[in-house]
């Protein structure tokens, strides 16, 4: 066990709609990183947040969004969702926002757009 | 082509062999490189981390760069039953944040 959770583990759900992922960091961590994994694309970096504020944006949809709240938590907001969607979604998270940073990944939130 | 390559696999050995895995990659920038373990249905699971070139030993497992070839390595000695899963090479560099890079995967089956 990481120490990251994830909720809900299962999201089934129609093309159009918006979901919310959430994700609770390690005790400590301050960073949070969202990943989505899908068959074809592996595993790939979305966005990063540090303490509240954004830190860094990889490949995320203008569909997709993110925040992270005060008391470190962080949740994933994807809208007009399509069939493509469908992925595994991981949050991580680190003490710091540092290169050298080890990130500790959550079991995941597996989503199906039907 | 993808920044970082790995052949999917799936990798099959017996229980006892020594396992190589290996990753290619072509941005120069990558500074750090790590392998993770995926069970199916799992997260991924933090097995080696490693700065610049040179190896690192834990266990069973060992790590190797070459960033001269833009290679890395993981070799699995003593492999058993329970070390099936899928391995993802991931790399991060000095100007990209903390992001990761990762490889798509190997998957391997040791088989009693």
């Known amino acids: 066990d990481s120490g990251v959770t994830q909720t809900p583990k299962h999201l089934i759900t129609a093309t159009g709609q918006r979901v919310t992922l959430r994700c609770s960091p390690r005790s400590g961590d301050l960073s949070v990183y969202w990943y989505q994994q899908s068959l074809d694309q592996g595993l790939q970096f979305l966005i990063q947040y540090y303490n509240g504020e954004e830190r860094a944006k990889g490949n995320i949809l203008e569909r997709f969004s993110a925040q992270q709240f005060p008391d470190l938590h962080s949740e994933l907001n994807l809208s007009s969702l399509e069939l493509g969607d469908s992925a595994l979604y991981f949050c991580?998270?680190?003490?710091?926002?540092?290169?050298?940073?080890?990130?500790?990944f959550g079991p995941g939130t597996r989503l199906t757009v039907l | 082509q993808k920044e970082v390559e790995q052949d999917p696999g799936p990798l099959s050995v017996p229980e006892g062999a020594i396992v190589s895995l290996n990753c290619t990659y072509s941005?120069?920038?990558?500074?750090?490189f790590m392998w993770y373990r995926q069970y199916s249905r799992k997260g991924p699971e933090l097995l080696m981390y490693?700065?610049?070139?040179g190896n690192k030993e834990d266990g069973r497992f060992t790590a190797q760069v070459d960033k001269s070839s833009k290679y890395i390595s993981l070799f699995i000695r003593d492999s058993q039953p329970s070390d099936s899963a899928t391995y993802l090479c991931?790399?991060?560099?000095?100007?990209?944040?903390?992001?990761?890079?990762f490889g798509g995967g190997t998957r391997l089956m040791v088989k009693p």
């Open positions: 991931a790399m991060s560099g000095e100007n990209a944040g903390n992001m990761l890079t």
């Open positions: 991580a998270s680190s003490v710091t926002s540092g290169r050298a940073d080890t990130q500790y």
């Open positions: 490693t700065y610049s070139s």
């Open positions: 941005n120069s920038a990558f500074q750090y």
